[in-house]
């Protein structure tokens, strides 16, 4: 049975730090790409950033880029994101996502069918 499992989220100030974690059980990583999205209050969810199971390559959106950090650890099965220099406008809650190999194209909410119950996360200013 495959589970995701968000955590690491909470209040923070603007310009500090915070790391998310997903504990995703059930599933081959090698098999698997695997993303993060957030859905701000009142707006559709979006993607924050994808990475390939394979090559290892994430895209980032435009918010998110030189900002946050997307990884695996395979071996404890955890995915990451490292959010730096957050902003106000990062309020929302953060969901891990995770397809199967070579789901995604575009790094868009379609492209995944497995989802965290998301983590909550809130940008002080």
């Known amino acids: 049975q495959v589970q995701l499992a968000e955590s690491g989220g909470g209040l923070v100030q603007a310009g500090e730090s915070l790391r998310l974690s997903c504990l995703i059980s059930?599933?081959?990583?090698?098999?698997?790409?695997m993303a993060w999205f957030r859905q701000r209050p009142g707006k559709e969810r979006e993607a924050v950033s994808c990475?390939?199971?394979?090559?290892?390559?994430?895209r980032y959106s435009v918010d998110a880029k030189d900002r946050f950090i997307i990884s695996t650890d395979k071996a404890e099965k955890y995915l990451y994101l490292q959010m730096n220099s957050v902003k106000p406008d990062d309020t929302a809650t953060y969901y891990c996502?995770?397809?199967?190999?070579?789901?995604?194209?575009?790094?868009?909410?379609?492209?995944?069918?497995?989802w965290g119950q998301g983590t909550q996360v809130t940008v002080s200013s």
């Open positions: 996502a995770a397809d199967t190999l070579g789901s995604w194209s575009l790094c868009r909410r379609d492209e995944f069918g497995l």
């Open positions: 059930g599933l081959d990583f090698d098999r698997y790409d």
């Open positions: 990475i390939s199971a394979t090559s290892g390559l994430a």
